[in-house]
C-alpha cells in the first residue's frame, strides 16, 4: 500500500514551539521499576493532557520529551511553568526529584498532515518543519534541569503579555545569559531563562558540542582554547603542547564546591587549616564564587546526611554542587613527597564525577606551604577562565591577608566551624586564640566582632570592631569592604547605604552585601529598590536561605504585594526560620484576614520584645485594645535588660496601648525619653538611629495624645545633640513631630509646609497621616481625598515600616483602621445625589 502524504500548507505559519524533555526517565524506569514507572507516566499523562487543553496547545509528537505548538507565545510560556511544577508535585508525592529542560521559540514553521493511512501504521497525524523546530530543540538541550530557555523573540512576546499570567507573571525571573551560537545556524542567537522564585536555577547554560556561548576567544571553553593551543604551538615551542587546558565548561561567576581536605602527611596541624586557606584564597577572586561550608552542610542535612560527621568526598560534594547549581567540585590533598609538602586540587565535573585536570604546587616548611595553597589557587582560577592579569592584581598573598602561623590558621578554621552551627561562644574562644597566636591576623579579629553582636553584645563588640579596623589593610578585599560596611552600620549610619550598596555592585553574588543594602533601602522607605537586592539573596546559593526569604516577604509586604509576601513567610518558615510566622501574621492581617493571623502567630515565637510587637498590633487592629495592651507588657516583662535598646522600644508600645485603653501613658513616655537620651549623650552609637526615631515617635506621639510641651522638649534635646546628619528617615520624623506640634496650636499650614516636602513616593505612613489631619482642618477636600486614598492603599506599609524595630507599628495600624472608619462614614454622591 503507498502512503502518500498531505500537500504541505500554502505559505509558512508563525506558531510557538515548545520542546521538554523528561531528565533522566531511564534512570526513573529502572529505580522505580516497570509496574511503578508505568503508574508514574500514565499520571505524567494525565498531567500532560490536563495543561494541553488548559493552554490551548496542540501535541504534536511525545516520547521521554514532548513537543507543541501554541497559537500564542505566553500560553506556551504558561504550559512551561505548570509543567515544570506539576514534575516538581508528582516527584515529590514519590520522594523523586522530576525535572524537565525545556526550549521555547517562536518562528515560522511548515505543516502538513499525514494519511489516514500512514497514521494507521504509525505516523505522527501532524507533520511540522522547518528551522524553528531545530531552534527550539537547541534550546531545550542546552537548559540545566529544570531550566526554561527562550529565544530572544520568545522573551520579548511572552514579557509582554506575562501580566495575563496575573499575580503569578509579576513574580516571574527574567535573566540573560548572553549570546549563543547553534551548531547549523548562522548567526547568533540571545538566549534568555524564565521562571519562578526558587524553582528556576536562574544560572547560565553550559557550553556543548552543538551550542556554545559567543564570547572572545581568549574566554572560550577549554575545547576552543585546545585547538589554538595546537595551532599556536608549531609557532612557540612544543612546551604548549603538553599543557594541560580545562576541559569544563565553566563561566565567570560560576560557582564552586570545595571538598574535604584529605590530609596524607600526618601532621594534624594541616587538618583543616588549609582547606580554609584554599577557600580564602579563592574568595578573593571575583571571577569564581564559592558555595560556603556552612551552605554544603546544609545540603548535606537535605540530602538526610549528618553535617557533623559526613566527610564531603567527591560523590557527595557532586551532589552538593548539582543541589546548588555549582559548575566544578574542588577535591584538595596535601601529601608529604620526598620531604617537601605538595597541596593538590583535583578539578572534578560534578555531573559525571570524573576528574577534569589537577592543580598543584610544592612547598618545604609551614610558611612554604601558604604559598603553595596560594599558587594552586592561582593555577586553578586561571585555568577556569579568569584572565591571568586581573587574577594577580585581585590576589594578595595568604600571609599578608591571613597569618603565616598554621597554629593560628587551624585555631581559625575551627572557630569557622563553630560560628557556622550558631555556637557563637565557642567560636569566640577560638578566634581569641587565633588572635593570640598572631596579634595581627585581622580576620581573627574581624571573627570577635560578628560573634560579640551575634550575641548582642554591643560594648564588646565596639571593642572588637576598632581593634579589627586597626588591621583592615591585612584583610582580604572582600573581607575588608564588609568591615568598612559595619562599621558604617554601627559608628556613622547615614553613610552605611552606601558602603553596601558599593559592595554589592562589586560583589553582585555576595549574599550579605546584597541583604545589608535591602535591609538599608528599607529602613528609608525605598521598598522598590530594596526588592531588587533582596530577590538577588534569594537567587544565589547563600548560608541562610529562610532569612533571605524572609526579607523578601517584608519589602513584597510593604509594597502590598500580600500573595507575594504570604509566599515568601510561608516558604521561610517551612524551611526552619520560626520568625517568618510574624510575616505570615502581618500580611494576613494586612488583608484583614485576622483568622490566618492569629495562626499564624501561634507559631511564632513568643511572648518577646519582639512578636509581641505584632501581637499587639494585630489585636488592637481588630479593635481590641485590653488584649493590645496584655502582649505589650508580656514584651516588656521578658525584657532583661532596662538599659537596652529593646527595653526602651517595648516601654513605648506599652504607653500607646495604655494611651488607648483610656490609660495615662505619661510616666512611661517620659521614661522612654530619659533613657533615649541618656543612651544618645553616652556616645554609645550602635543603637543611634533606632534610639533617635524612636524619641522621634515618642514625640509625635505625645503631641497627638495632649503632651505637646514633652514633644517640644524632645525636639530641642534632639537638635542640641546634632542627631540631624542628612538622614531622610530622621529629617522626615522630625517633620511629622513638629507638624504635630504646630497642629497642637492650631497652626494647620504650618503644619502642611513642614510635611510637604516629604509627601512622594518615599513618604512614611506618619507623614501622610498628619498632613490627612492638616488637610482637615483647613477644609482642604482635594488633599483630605489624596491622602485618604494614599493611606487606605497601603496597609502593608502600615505593618512593614521598619523605623526603629517597628516602634510605630501599632500607632500605623490604628490610624489605617479610623481612616477606613472615616471613608465608610462618609454618604456617597451619585449625580449630585448624597447617598447613605
Known sequence: MDVVPQPL??????????????CDSTELVERLGDAAAAELFREHDILVLRLQQQWRGRLIDRSDGLLLLFERPIDGLGFALDYQQGLRDLGHARGLRLLARAGLHVGEVLTWRNSAEAVQIGAKPLEVEGLAKPVAARLMALARPGQTLLSAVAESLTQRAARELGERGERLLWKSHGYWRFKGMPTRMEVYEVGEIGLTPLRAPKSTQKAWRDIPLWRRPAALVAEVAVVAMIAVGGWLFTRPEPAIAFAERDWVVVGDMRNLTGDVLLDD??????????????????????????????????????RIDRENASEIALRTGAAVVLLPTVADVGGRTRVSVEVVRPETQETVFVASAEGRGHDATLGAVDAVATDLRERLGEEAAVAKKNSVPLPEVTTSSLEALRAYALAQKRFNVSDYNGALGFYQKAAELDPQFALAALGQVRCYFAMV??????????QALSLGSRLPPREAMYLDGWSKELLAQDKALVAWEQMAAIYPDYAPAQHNASIRLMVENRFKEALAYSERVVNVPNDLPNVALDQM??????????????????????????????????????????????????DAQGPDPHASIERASIAADQGNWREALRYAQAGLDVTDDVHGFDYRRATFVVAV??????????????????????????????????????????????ARNGEPELASRILGELRSLGVVRKMRVVDELMAVADAWVALSKNDAPKAQRLVQPYLDDLSRYQSR???????????DAKGIQQQETWLD??????????????CLQLINVTDSNAILAHRRSQPRVVSGVALP
Do not use: H
Not at 553584645?457 to 576598632?466: I, Y
Not at 497621616?769 to 477644609?779: C, D, K, N
Open 769 to 779: 497621616v498628619v498632613a490627612l489631619e492638616a488637610a482637615r482642618r483647613l477644609g
Open 457 to 466: 553584645d554591643t560594648k564588646n563588640g565596639l571593642v572588637a570592631l576598632q
Open 9 to 22: 500548507t500554502e505559505s509558512p505559519q508563525l506558531r510557538t514551539l515548545l520542546l521538554t524533555d523528561l
Open 553 to 602: 516577604a517584608r519589602v513584597k509586604l510593604a509594597l502590598g504585594d500580600y500573595e507575594g509576601a504570604l509566599t515568601a513567610s510561608q516558604q521561610a518558615k517551612a524551611d526552619g526560620y520560626r520568625a517568618a510566622a510574624r510575616r505570615v501574621a502581618m500580611a494576613a492581617a494586612a488583608k484583614r484576614d485576622f483568622a490566618r493571623a492569629e495562626r499564624a502567630l501561634s
Open 273 to 310: 587549616s588549609l582547606e580554609q586557606a584554599l577557600r580564602i584564597s579563592l574568595e578573593q577572586s571575583k571571577y569564581i564564587n564559592v558555595i560556603s561550608d556552612r551552605k554544603s552542610r546544609q545540603a548535606l542535612q537535605m540530602m538526610r546526611r549528618d553535617p557533623g560527621t559526613t
Open 657 to 702: 496601648a495604655e494611651a488607648k485603653a483610656s490609660m495615662n501613658p505619661g510616666d512611661k513616655l517620659r521614661e522612654v525619653t530619659k533613657l533615649g537620651l541618656a543612651a544618645l549623650r553616652s556616645g554609645e552609637t550602635a543603637d543611634w538611629l533606632d534610639d533617635t526615631n524612636l524619641l522621634l515617635s515618642v514625640a509625635i506621639f505625645s
Open 793 to 806: 492603599g497601603r496597609r502593608g506599609l502600615a505593618y512593614a515600616e521598619f523605623e526603629c524595630g517597628y
